[in-house]
């Protein structure tokens, strides 16, 4: 069975401070994809960043970057220089190729707090 | 563009009751998702769309859960003899081509339903 485990519930931090979203992953397929997803206050998933199984480079993008390991079933999420507005819940989710492809198993969230 | 829309927004209905809710995807997008989000129960799946076909209805609950989609494109989604326990926010989703895997899914504002 596909499951996505994200052990923080909450993170808080100043702003400017480093932020790191831990997720932990479990599918017994070789091909899948995971994803990080936003839900700010207003409540509307925004997609940050996605990698396949096979590519085990890790990427920054502006503030975010990711450390995929396979090795660890783990999919960890930084932002980089925090800001009142990273002030959000994150989803890490995983969809795989036995899994029919069409649906996203999410992990239970983190709520990173940011404060000025 | 537009994105992904639902409506309604808000909808308050007495147990017991049927309650549908629609899904606009975004244009020319072929697969189309139902999630539920809940406080006790995070983030579900409940069905997926490729075109007017639903592969996996794996996550609807109970028989009182249906959904369709016509023409490719508006979803709705029918809960019957509502139960308090369905109250949640419906969220939808859509993406461009959903079997390939990895598509970045879009998702609409939700409808909170309340079930008294």
């Known amino acids: 069975a596909q499951k996505v485990t994200q052990a923080q519930t909450e993170i808080s931090v100043v702003e400017k401070e480093d932020v790191t979203l831990d997720c932990v992953y479990e599918?017994?397929?070789?091909?899948?994809?995971l994803f990080w997803y936003k839900q700010p206050p207003s409540g509307e998933l925004v997609f940050l960043i996605r990698?396949?199984?096979?590519?085990?480079q890790n990427e920054i993008s502006g503030r975010y970057s990711w450390n995929f390991q396979k090795s660890t079933s783990s999919f960890n999420f930084t932002i980089t220089a925090s800001q009142v507005v990273d002030s959000a819940v994150y989803f890490c989710?995983?969809?795989?190729?036995?899994?029919?492809?069409?649906?996203?198993?999410f992990g239970a969230g983190t709520q990173v707090v940011v404060t000025p | 563009g537009a994105g992904v829309s639902q409506s309604p927004s808000n909808k308050v209905t007495e147990k017991g009751k049927d309650v549908e809710l629609r899904c606009d995807p975004i244009?020319?997008?072929?697969?189309l998702y139902w999630y539920r989000q809940s406080l006790g129960q995070g983030l579900e799946f409940l069905i997926y769309?490729?075109?007017?076909?639903?592969?996996?209805k794996s996550g609807l609950p109970s028989d009182r859960f249906s959904a369709e989609r016509t023409g490719g494109s508006v979803s709705t989604l029918t809960i019957q003899r509502t139960q308090q326990e369905d109250s949640a926010v419906y969220l939808c989703?859509?993406?461009?081509?959903?079997?390939?895997?990895?598509?970045?899914?879009?998702f609409g504002p939700g409808t909170r339903l309340t079930v008294l």
């Open positions: 769309f490729q075109g007017n076909s639903a592969p996996d």
């Open positions: 990698r396949n199984s096979f590519d085990e």
């Open positions: 989710a995983l969809s795989s190729q036995g899994d029919s492809w069409g649906k996203l198993q």
């Open positions: 244009s020319g997008h072929t697969a």
């Open positions: 989703a859509s993406s461009e081509r959903g079997l390939a895997g990895g598509d970045e899914q879009f």
């Open positions: 599918t017994r397929d070789t091909t899948y994809y």
